[in-house]
């Protein structure tokens, strides 16, 4: 029963994995470079995406945990000859507890609360890096020595495969997750925490859960980054990443794992594109250098007007409309899915739901194998009663 | 199980949009062609690349200096370039994060394929970079910090160009010790290797016992005053305060310190010392601060006496051959900077920089490669034709720019400064120049004299 979804997402994952091999082959250095970056990025947002879109939680602590992360990956890096992989491992392992040290006394909490905590680990985790400057070297921070690529590879065409893959796995792991009775656990206290726990769910521990599963995947993408810039360094993670975090992963789509790509993309291209912008209109360096914050935050209100279920949410709806001239059958879906009301944030999963049995309603109404239907929407029932 | 399967259908349309949306994203770059080996040079031009902080802490005033090179270049590409080659200066905004630097360094060498990079700013930015550029064998010349790493056997690709802050340390710390005997001395640094650098120079001249306190700060999180700082200094009783500071933090550090009474002898590094750039800061922190424009004007006073360490002659002695040179690169080359910084500490420090690297250029021939050019800085350097007191240092195993200079005072006594900001203030010479390696070496006097710029340069400039 949940083979099936596990081997879907593998088939899924290894398409998208040689999609990226043929767009790293043609991409210069530089580009594969920043694709790597990407990558890394998606990991932090996918699971800034699955404890915020999917359990209801706001971190604004995001970068700290990435800065976690990257000092694990870089002192291991230094002071260790392991292999890489038990090296990211060991980073994402560390970054777990610490995610779970927090996340216990921030499963009492909710809301602005949490948010407040998550920003005190934001703005306190760099300071004590400056503290311990021996050992995580000051300002300057650490620099590693990036693993050498096999053969000729070009190591920057490397380093993205290996940054490419991490993500790739990363991406299946939460979407069999999300998929699974955890992960059914997780909307259901965001849904409502008193229907949650009275239908056995243990609202604590599954926040707590939620916030180490995030945790890792921020520890991850802080390592991965690190494999990039060969450097760690406080600078790399101040307050405003936390924030562009949550800012990327609402531009994607809160709880959408493909979201994730979108919003990775704009924190590394956006900076960027915003520059050379400036720059050919000859803008003042102040104006330049904070135009991406700028653009970004436009960007964020239009989308959040236009689309509030991100990027992903009116692609998906795009392609509803476009399918539906050619066919009937989605149309009445995708059309709900348009008309969610203002606060269908919070609901959104559940009414996909709603969607989804009527979908399978209409399936049924087609004569479609009937009795197989029936008897996976028992299953769905029990699994639904179980959670 | 249909739903599960419009779930899964979703996710899969997800991740195979994926990689369509990166395709889209970068086939709107154009690939680089150039290869890896010798990039960033043909018959008619070189390009090369700089990461320096254009906005950000450190910017006041380092800002200038980039600007100032290209006023050279755009001199040297209007009398034909160098060998026939046009220079091609890309200088973009690290703004002093080394985090940025490591991106954009990247940008430089995998998509602009610079030849060389040529005046980055910083030691904490260009020690995240050193390792990388030396593995892609891209030159990392005449770095824009005194940092004792750029002189390392493991990084042969890596120049520094002025005094190591060691250097610096010893000899105003020497100074200290001699005209301030007895006198009780702190510190105030920036917590990299350059306050690093600068206090272990110092120490190795200090008595230990005249050190009675030791402060600190982060470039990366200065953002207000260092009072807590300079009441420690206070509360210490130093009576010296020996500080290695970028000029935001010399502002940020005296401002505070005149409002609680405390007025030791301030003994500065040159990086956070030149009186045109942290004079308008400390004025506009005290605007900033809701102070009166008297009160902002009247901060100036607190530079007078400030006691510092110089490598090249003082921007105010008009009567230099090599300042009136710069003075009229830069009205010509580069009017807007020209108009808005006129020749300060940093605007000089960029014509002589610039000036450097040009005739590295010609010392490399006709023929330009990444290799000839480093042997040409190792065999010629010390030969080269600049501003500095004492000439360079470099050789195949010295990659130091200059290892001397004079200690210098700020006063209101010597000509002043030709600045549009109004700078008032200039320098005095207190000691002859004085040359000191940055390990045990002694300090030396030094006889040698400086060079002149060369005819060409004073005709055509």
């Known amino acids: 029963m949940a083979g099936q979804p596990l081997v879907r997402h593998l088939v899924l994952a290894l398409a998208a994995a040689a999609g990226f091999y043929l767009l790293t082959s043609v991409l210069s250095p530089y580009d594969n470079f920043q694709v790597g970056e990407i990558a890394a990025y998606a990991v932090a947002l996918a699971g800034?995406?699955?404890?915020?879109?999917?359990?209801?939680?706001?971190?604004?602590?995001?970068?700290?945990?990435?800065?976690?992360?990257?000092?694990?990956?870089?002192?291991?890096?230094?002071?260790?000859?392991?292999?890489?992989?038990?090296?990211?491992?060991?980073?994402?392992?560390?970054?777990?507890?610490?995610?779970?040290?927090?996340?216990?006394?921030?499963?009492?909490?909710?809301?602005?609360?949490?948010?407040?905590?998550?920003?005190?680990?934001?703005?306190?985790?760099?300071?004590l890096a400056d503290q311990y400057s021996s050992t995580f070297g000051g300002d300057q921070g650490l620099t590693i020595t990036p693993p050498a690529a096999?053969?000729?590879?070009?190591?920057?065409?490397?380093?993205?495969?290996?940054?490419?893959?991490?993500?790739?796995?990363?991406?299946?792991?939460?979407?069999?997750?999300?998929?699974?009775?955890?992960?059914?656990?997780?909307?259901?206290?965001?849904?409502?925490?008193?229907?949650?726990?009275?239908?056995?769910?243990?609202?604590?521990?599954?926040?707590v859960l939620a916030f180490a599963v995030s945790a890792a995947c921020a520890g991850l993408a802080g390592a991965l980054l690190v494999l990039s810039t060969g450097i760690v360094n406080t600078g790399e993670f101040p307050l405003s990443l936390s924030i562009d975090l949550l800012a990327g992963?609402?531009?994607?789509?809160?709880?959408?794992?493909?979201?994730?790509?979108?919003?990775?993309?704009?924190?590394?291209?956006?900076?960027?594109?915003?520059?050379?912008?400036?720059?050919?209109?000859s803008l003042g360096n102040g104006v330049s250098a904070y135009l991406a914050t700028v653009v970004f935050g436009l960007i964020l209100i239009v989308v959040m007007l236009v689309a509030p279920s991100g990027l992903q949410g009116l692609l998906r709806w795009t392609g509803g409309r476009l399918l539906s001239t050619l066919r009937w059958v989605p149309a009445s879906v995708t059309a709900l899915e348009v008309r969610q009301p203002a606060n269908q944030e919070k609901d959104q999963e559940s009414q996909e739901k709603d969607q989804e049995s009527q979908e399978s309603q209409e399936s049924q109404e087609s004569q479609e194998s009937q009795e197989s239907q029936e008897s996976q929407d028992k299953q769905d029932r029990t699994e639904r009663s179980e959670a | 199980m249909r739903a599960r399967q419009g779930g899964v259908r979703s996710w899969g349309r997800a991740l195979a949009a994926a990689a369509t949306v990166l395709?889209?994203?970068?086939?709107?770059?154009?690939?680089?062609?150039?290869?890896?080996?010798?990039?960033?040079?043909?018959?008619?031009?070189?390009?090369?690349?700089?990461?320096?902080?254009?906005?950000?802490?450190?910017?006041?005033?380092?800002?200038?200096?980039?600007?100032?090179?290209?006023?050279?270049?755009?001199?040297?590409?209007?009398?034909?370039?160098?060998?026939?080659?046009?220079?091609?200066?890309?200088?973009?905004?690290?703004?002093?994060?080394?985090?940025?630097?490591?991106?954009?360094?990247?940008?430089?060498?995998?998509?602009d394929s610079i030849f060389a990079d040529v005046g980055s700013l910083g030691t904490p930015t260009q020690t995240a970079v050193q390792?990388?550029?030396?593995?892609?064998?891209?030159?990392?010349?005449?770095?824009?910090?005194?940092?004792?790493?750029?002189?390392?056997?493991?990084?042969?690709?890596?120049?520094?160009?002025?005094?190591?802050?060691?250097?610096?340390?010893?000899?105003?710390?020497?100074?200290?010790?001699?005209?301030?005997?007895?006198?009780?001395?702190?510190?105030?640094?920036?917590?990299?290797?350059?306050?690093?650098?600068?206090?272990?120079?110092?120490?190795?001249?200090?008595?230990?016992?005249?050190?009675?306190?030791?402060?600190?700060?982060?470039?990366?999180?200065?953002?207000?005053?260092?009072?807590?700082?300079?009441?420690a200094l206070k509360a210490a009783g130093a009576k010296v305060v020996m500080m290695a500071t970028i000029p935001a933090a010399t502002a940020l550090a005296m401002l505070p310190a005149a409002a609680i009474g405390y007025q030791p002898q301030y003994v500065v590094s040159s990086v956070g010392a030149d009186p045109p750039t942290v004079g308008p800061l400390l004025a506009s922190f005290t605007a900033k601060g809701g102070g009166?424009?008297?009160?902002?004007?009247?901060?100036?006073?607190?530079?007078?006496?400030?006691?510092?360490?110089?490598?090249?002659?003082?921007?105010?002695?008009?009567?230099?051959?090599?300042?009136?040179?710069?003075?009229?690169?830069?009205?010509?080359?580069?009017?807007?900077?020209?108009?808005?910084?006129?020749?300060?500490?940093?605007?000089?420090?960029?014509?002589?920089?610039?000036?450097?690297?040009?005739?590295?250029?010609?010392?490399?021939?006709?023929?330009?490669?990444?290799?000839?050019?480093?042997?040409a800085i190792a065999t010629d350097?010390?030969?080269?034709?600049?501003?500095?007191?004492?000439?360079?240092?470099?050789?195949?195993?010295?990659?130091?720019?200059?290892?001397?200079g004079e200690v210098v005072q700020l006063s209101s006594s010597a000509p002043p400064a030709v600045t549009p900001t109004g700078s008032w203030i200039g320098a005095t010479p207190l000691t002859g120049v004085e040359t000191t390696s940055p390990g045990a070496g002694p300090i030396e006097k030094y006889h040698g004299g400086s060079s002149k710029p060369p005819s060409a340069l004073l005709r055509t400039a």
């Open chain 2, 131 to 231: 390792g990388y550029l030396n593995a892609e064998k891209i030159p990392q010349l005449f770095i824009e910090s005194g940092c004792n790493c750029w002189s390392d056997p493991k990084y042969p690709y890596s120049f520094g160009w002025q005094p190591p802050y060691t250097i610096e340390g010893k000899i105003l710390g020497a100074y200290v010790k001699q005209h301030f005997a007895g006198e009780k001395v702190g510190f105030l640094y920036q917590d990299d290797e350059f306050g690093q650098d600068f206090v272990k120079g110092a120490d190795m001249e200090l008595p230990a016992s005249s050190i009675v306190s030791r402060q600190s700060y982060d470039a990366a999180t200065l953002s207000g005053p260092l009072a807590n700082q300079v009441a």
């Open chain 1, 249 to 281: 992963m609402v531009l994607g789509g809160a709880g959408s794992l493909m979201g994730v790509w979108w919003g990775a993309v704009a924190l590394v291209y956006l900076p960027q594109w915003s520059t050379s912008v400036a720059g050919s209109l």
């Open chain 1, 48 to 127: 800034l995406s699955v404890l915020t879109g999917v359990n209801g939680q706001i971190s604004l602590g995001h970068g700290a945990l990435m800065a976690v992360g990257a000092y694990s990956f870089g002192l291991l890096m230094t002071h260790t000859q392991l292999n890489l992989m038990v090296e990211l491992l060991a980073a994402v392992g560390l970054t777990t507890v610490l995610g779970i040290a927090v996340g216990i006394p921030s499963a009492r909490l909710a809301g602005p609360y949490l948010a407040g905590v998550t920003l005190m680990l934001a703005l306190g985790l760099p300071l």
């Open chain 2, 292 to 375: 009166s424009a008297a009160e902002a004007k009247a901060t100036a006073a607190l530079l007078k006496g400030l006691i510092t360490f110089a490598y090249a002659p003082p921007e105010n002695q008009t009567a230099n051959p090599w300042v009136q040179v710069s003075r009229k690169l830069l009205q010509k080359y580069a009017p807007s900077l020209w108009s808005s910084a006129g020749l300060d500490g940093n605007t000089e420090y960029g014509v002589a920089l610039a000036y450097t690297f040009v005739q590295a250029l010609q010392a490399a021939g006709k023929n330009l490669t990444r290799a000839g050019l480093l042997k």
């Open chain 1, 150 to 207: 096999p053969g000729s590879l070009d190591p920057e065409r490397w380093l993205a495969w290996i940054q490419i893959a991490a993500a790739l796995v990363t991406i299946v792991l939460l979407a069999n997750l999300l998929r699974s009775r955890f992960g059914r656990a997780f909307r259901a206290v965001r849904d409502d925490e008193v229907a949650a726990e009275l239908a056995g769910i243990h609202v604590g521990r599954t926040k």
């Open chain 2, 23 to 111: 395709a889209a994203v970068v086939v709107a770059v154009p690939a680089t062609s150039a290869s890896a080996a010798e990039s960033g040079v043909t018959a008619h031009s070189i390009t090369i690349g700089a990461t320096v902080p254009l906005t950000g802490p450190a910017a006041p005033g380092y800002s200038e200096i980039a600007p100032a090179m290209n006023a050279v270049f755009d001199w040297v590409n209007a009398h034909g370039g160098v060998h026939g080659r046009k220079i091609h200066y890309l200088y973009l905004d690290d703004q002093y994060n080394p985090a940025k630097t490591a991106t954009l360094t990247r940008q430089l060498v995998l998509q």
């Open chain 2, 381 to 404: 350097g010390h030969k080269f034709v600049t501003p500095g007191l004492v000439p360079l240092s470099y050789s195949s195993s010295v990659h130091f720019g200059y290892e001397g």
